[in-house]
């Protein structure tokens, strides 16, 4: 069993930055790779980014490549979204995920632990 809490959210203005960290409890958070997901009012929750466990490799949606960056930190038991020239249309709520495949993927069938997510609002 993982349990994960995401922080890290606010508010901010179009072209700033912010960095959500999610701590998950546990003592095997190093075997679990990781993943970022968002859901915007009235739309499906989407990929954002993941890590993986094993390879330490990163994957990104092509629209979020270059401005969002997916960490992670195994003795903190912590990854982290580190998000730079935000947009208003990526105001969403925020969620991290576990995976125990190696190949994290986009799929959000693909994670069986979730946090409770964070929001982030970005004004114009």
């Known amino acids: 069993q993982v349990q994960l809490v995401e922080s890290g959210g606010g508010l901010v203005q179009a072209g700033g930055s912010l960095r959500l960290s999610c701590t998950a409890s546990?003592?095997?958070?190093?075997?679990?790779?990781m993943g970022w997901f968002r859901q915007a009012p009235g739309k499906e929750r989407e990929f954002v980014a993941a890590?993986?466990?094993?390879?330490?490799?990163?994957y990104y949606v092509d629209s979020m490549k270059g401005r969002f960056t997916i960490s992670r930190d195994n003795a903190k038991n912590t990854v982290y979204l580190q998000m730079n020239s935000l947009k208003p249309e990526d105001t969403a709520i925020y969620y991290c995920?576990?995976?125990?495949?190696?190949?994290?993927?986009?799929?959000?069938?693909?994670?069986?632990?979730w946090g409770q997510g964070t929001q982030v609002t970005v004004s114009s």
């Open positions: 995920a576990a995976t125990r495949t190696s190949f994290p993927g986009q799929g959000r069938y693909e994670y069986n632990y």
């Open positions: 546990g003592r095997t958070f190093s075997s679990y790779s």
């Open positions: 890590i993986s466990w094993s390879s330490g490799n990163t």
